[in-house]
């Protein structure tokens, strides 16, 4: 059982277009990450939220983390091919030391 | 600065031969992840390190599976014997500090056993 469910699992859209991929989770951690893997490449981080509401952008990227800290959302504006890859939230805890990473959702972005 | 490096990055092997996957995370990071990574599972936990010391192997899948870390650049995953359902991409990480810092993965041991 995955702790982190992230949906949807797959998504593919046109250059241009704006998404919403969702990360979440019954329990609640105190840092929440988003990465990008592509093909062949280990994940790479994008950003680290850690406060309830908290909201980061990173260009087009907005990155939200629930109220309550149990969910958070990847939102792209204007979509690029260069964004297409799997995206991956992970959750940690400060208790233990651990990470745990959501299920992926798989973005294809077409010219 | 060199980043986490792993070898070999692709492997092909019999069933029931042993595999050694290898880890050198980045100088100064105290804790050692190896995960694994499948279509079906996605990217899984397998066992941490901090200061070179396994905290937690709860997600290593059964004793066929080993994993050291005789000192802080150095770490294995040792699979022994191997078998077809053991196929994945198996990365390792490395962190400095704790939960809520970067973490940074290798480039991935790709692994097929036939």
């Known amino acids: 059982t995955q702790l982190l469910e992230q949906s949807p699992q797959f998504l593919s859209i046109q250059e241009g277009e704006n998404l919403t991929v969702y990360c979440n989770s019954s329990?609640?951690?105190?840092?929440l990450q988003w990465y990008r893997q592509e093909p062949g490449e280990g994940p790479v981080l994008l950003v680290t939220v850690v406060t309830g509401g908290e909201v980061k952008k990173l260009k087009r990227l907005t990155f939200q983390f629930g109220d309550a800290r149990k969910d958070s959302s990847l939102h792209i504006t204007a979509a690029q091919p260069g964004d297409t890859g799997l995206y991956l939230c992970?959750?940690?805890?400060?208790?233990?030391?651990?990470?745990?990473f959501g299920t992926g959702t798989s973005l294809t972005v077409i010219p | 600065d060199a980043g986490v490096i792993q070898s070999p990055r692709h492997e092909v092997t019999e069933m029931g031969q042993e595999v050694t996957l290898r880890c050198k995370p980045i100088?100064?990071?105290?804790?050692l992840f190896w995960y694994r990574q499948t279509m079906m599972r996605g990217l899984e936990l397998l066992i941490y390190f901090n200061n070179n010391v396994p905290i937690d192997d709860s997600g290593m899948p059964e004793d066929r599976f080993s994993a050291k870390m005789p000192n802080a650049s150095f770490s294995t995953l040792k699979i022994q014997p191997s078998e077809p359902r053991d196929s994945a991409v198996y990365f390792c990480?490395?962190?400095?500090?704790?939960?809520?810092?970067?973490?940074?993965f290798g480039e991935g041991s790709w692994l097929t056993v036939v």
């Open positions: 990480a490395s962190r400095q500090g704790f939960s809520g810092n970067t973490i940074y």
């Open positions: 329990s609640v951690f105190s840092s």
């Open positions: 992970a959750g940690g805890r400060n208790t233990g030391n651990q990470f745990y």
């Open positions: 100088s100064g990071h105290n804790s």
